[in-house]
């Protein structure tokens, strides 16, 4: 077995992404792997939800204790593998000319992980220094300086609130204006783990049949029959209680559906943040004027950052950003906002992003960059067409969720068909274009029952230019992800092709 990244140690996300205030909005408890029940067990955390330092130390005690780390290359990158037809071998070439050929390919290349780094005229001239979250260095003190930030996505707000008290001053460049709810961080005491810890069957069984996987119960009371003072009560409880997928689907089941409760929701956020920001010009710039359906974010007092003196923020979809200069960066209307660092908190080329970096071949030489030229498509989030055992690692159209129990759910289900091929001498496998293509269309019925399609966001590539809008997620939940892969394994994998070469052959 060969295992190649990038990077120079495991950690992936939470290996890259170092910048101030890092923070999973997933709930400590079920922000970690629940196959290991001891390894749960042995583990404490400090507060409601963990920072990058606590993740990223979780995962390295998870490839400790499986001894993961030395069958790992690090500092390698695979720059081209393609699948040899005569062989049914995988062949892979990394970045430093070496090669090696496997019967399976599992790639696991990141769903938020090929940054986005927008270009700006003027930005090579510019004197000061140049940060990506997305590729944050060790030992930034950026402490007394005068410091821009542009995007305020979940990222975004998390450096906006962690930098603010230490920078001399902070302008955000905002494109944007975010619903952003209260996060509800607190510290969590023993008792309280304890208890997650008694009851981690019934947890992980709710988690794992739940729809975001977020740990909570979602909503099943639909807000169009509530009325509206009584779905005021209920926002006020969520923004009470903090936390942004609950706000979003423990509430009511249709915040993501319903046009009139999601108006609801948003008028409640916009309400909050004209009482939380003080300069009502600042507010009126803070307030979204679209719908709410994007990734929901929240955050620890965000609005309540733009009270501050030493905070700025420049609407750059009123007056763009025109260019960098030496000194800082200048808008269209003229103004010039002199910098010494400049953040781009400006996200990335969601799922596909690392794919197509490689030079990634299937039968007959396609390539996954053509495959995927109007946007990423997969079978199951995992396969594709044409690309025998090939199984990716939250590819396209899987379960859009708390992460960690996708992430397994996957894995499972790669083990066992991995396992399921072995036992039975198969040579290959892969999905037939048909079942590829009813899997996409599924994934597009129900993207389109909900209101996510019309925002404009990374879920369905809008925030890469040029990137064709597509629908690049389940959005049917978790529990209902599970039962689909269950019953593609419980058919005996109808919808796959098996040794398709011998078959050809035999023809
Ligand atoms: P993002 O949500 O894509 O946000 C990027 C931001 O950059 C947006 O505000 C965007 O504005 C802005 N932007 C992009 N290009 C720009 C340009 N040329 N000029 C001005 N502004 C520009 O990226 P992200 O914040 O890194 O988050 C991505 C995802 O990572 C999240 O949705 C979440 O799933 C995950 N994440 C999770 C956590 C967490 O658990 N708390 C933390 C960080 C990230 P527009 O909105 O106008 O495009």
Not at 123 to 134: N, S, V
Not at 200 to 226: C, L, M, P, R
Request: proline share 4%; aromatic share 12%; net charge negative.
């Amino acid at each position: 077995m060969g295992l190649y990244d990038n990077a120079s140690d495991v950690g992936g996300t939470w290996y890259w992404n170092r910048y101030p205030g890092a923070l999973s909005d997933t709930e400590s408890f079920c922000y970690r792997f629940s196959f290991d029940k001891e390894l749960l067990d042995q583990g404490s955390w400090q507060t409601r939800y963990l920072t990058q330092p606590e993740i990223l130390e979780y995962l390295n005690n998870v490839a400790d204790r499986f001894d993961l780390r030395s069958s790992y290359q690090f500092n390698t990158k695979i720059v081209s593998t393609r699948f040899d037809e005569a062989t049914g071998l995988w062949h892979v070439v990394t970045d430093k000319g070496e090669t090696a050929s496997a019967k399976y390919l599992i790639t696991g290349l990141g769903l938020l992980s090929a940054i986005n780094k927008p270009t700006f005229c003027g930005i090579d001239d510019y004197a000061g220094d140049i940060y990506h979250t997305g590729a944050w260095p060790e030992g930034v003190d950026l402490s007394g300086k005068r410091v821009g930030i542009i995007g305020t996505g979940s990222t975004g707000i998390q450096v906006i609130i962690a930098l603010a008290p230490q920078v001399k001053h902070l302008t955000v460049f905002q494109r944007s204006a975010q619903y952003v709810v209260p996060i509800g961080n607190w510290p969590e005491d023993t008792e309280t783990i304890d208890t997650y810890k008694a009851n981690y069957d019934e947890i992980w069984k709710q988690i794992k049949s739940s729809n975001v996987a977020f740990g909570f119960v979602e909503s099943t009371v639909a807000g169009i029959d509530v009325p509206e003072a009584e779905r005021e009560c209920v926002f006020e409880e969520a923004w009470q209680r903090g936390g942004g997928f609950r706000f979003m689907f423990e509430t009511f089941n249709d915040v993501a559906i319903s046009d009139e409760v999601n108006t609801s929701a948003a008028n409640f956020i916009k309400r909050k943040i004209a009482k939380i920001v003080k300069d009502p010009e600042i507010a009126r710039k803070l307030t979204p004027g679209d719908i709410y359906a994007k990734r929901p974010l929240c955050a620890t007092d965000y609005y309540g950052v733009y009270n501050r003196k030493n905070v700025s923020l420049a609407d750059v979809k009123d007056d763009p950003i025109a260019e960098f200069t030496t000194r800082g960066i200048r808008l269209a209307s003229g103004i010039e906002h002199e910098l010494d660092a400049v953040i781009f908190a400006t996200g990335f080329d969601a799922v596909d992003g690392n794919y197509t970096k490689i030079d990634i071949r299937g039968r007959g030489g396609v390539t996954i960059r053509d495959k995927w030229a109007d946007g990423p498509l997969g079978y199951l989030g995992m396969m594709e067409a044409d690309f025998p055992n090939m199984f990716m690692i939250l590819g396209p159209n899987g379960p859009f969720t708390n992460l960690p129990p996708s992430l397994e759910s996957q894995v499972e289900w790669i083990s066992d068909t991995i396992a399921t091929m072995e036992a039975d001498g198969r040579s290959t496998i892969e999905p037939t274009q048909e079942a590829e293509d009813a899997w996409v269309e599924t994934c597009r019925t129900i993207a389109n029952m909900t209101l996510f399609p019309k925002a404009e966001s990374w879920i369905f590539g809008a925030n890469i230019p040029g990137k064709k809008n597509a629908v690049m997620f389940y959005l049917g939940g978790l529990g209902n992800y599970r039962s689909e892969l269950q019953s593609v394994r419980n058919s005996g994998y109808e919808s796959m092709i098996f040794d398709r070469q011998t078959a050809t052959t035999a023809l």
